[in-house]
């Protein structure tokens, strides 16, 4: 079974775009393929306003590596 986590989530403002970057880490024993993020944007009230899929940069992460998204 994979084991995958974000690490060093950032997020930043730019005009009225928000930009997200960081990494996916497989923290497992063994070589897995890099999942797809779904990020939503809620507003204060809870109402989405946005929602995209962001992609790892690879496809496969091997054991304790970690694959950048921006």
Avoid at 4 to 27: E, F, K, W
Avoid at 39 to 59: K, N, S, Y
């Amino acid at each position: 079974m994979a084991q995958l986590q974000v690490a060093g989530l950032n997020a930043s403002y730019v005009g009225d775009t928000m930009r997200l970057s960081g990494g996916l880490r497989n923290i497992g024993m063994w070589r897995t393929h890099a999942a797809d993020l779904r990020v939503t944007v809620r507003g204060a009230d809870g109402t989405i306003m946005q929602e995209t899929v962001i992609r790892a940069e690879d496809d496969v992460l091997n054991a304790q590596a970690e694959s950048g998204f921006f």
